[in-house]
């Protein structure tokens, strides 16, 4: 089993920036691809971006790709997002969620991500 907890959301002006942190517990996720993944009122839950075990990251282009920013610690078992050039379309609640390494398939595919964490609120003001 393993436990995500997501922090560090909050409110923010467009055009300023947030660090979301995923600890994980339970046991180590240092192994494990790990992601993001957002979800805005009345929309589906979507891909944000994904680490690798070796640090291969990646992103939805169409969205975020050039003002976010996903890395890991896996010393403190930790991923984290930080969001630059925020805008109000970035508003939503963000999830982290793990799997295993050897998995293969989308990243899209929500269905293929073993555990999430509760999310977090980020609101960006226009």
């Known amino acids: 089993q393993v436990q995500l907890v997501e922090s560090g959301g909050g409110l923010v002006l467009a055009g300023g920036s947030l660090r979301l942190s995923c600890a994980g517990s339970g046991r180590t996720c240092t192994s494990d691809t790990m992601g993001w993944f957002r979800q805005a009122p009345g929309k589906e839950r979507e891909f944000v971006a994904a680490i690798g075990w070796k640090g291969a990251t990646t992103y939805d282009t169409h969205s975020v790709k050039g003002r976010f920013t996903i890395s890991r610690d896996n010393a403190k078992n930790t991923v984290y997002l930080k969001m630059n050039n925020l805008k109000p379309e970035d508003t939503a609640v963000y999830y982290c969620?793990?799997?295993?390494?050897?998995?293969?398939?989308?990243?899209?595919?929500?269905?293929?991500?073993?555990?999430w964490g509760q999310g977090t609120q980020v609101t960006v003001s226009s």
């Open positions: 969620a793990t799997r295993p390494s050897y998995r293969s398939g989308p990243y899209v595919d929500l269905n293929l991500w073993d555990y």
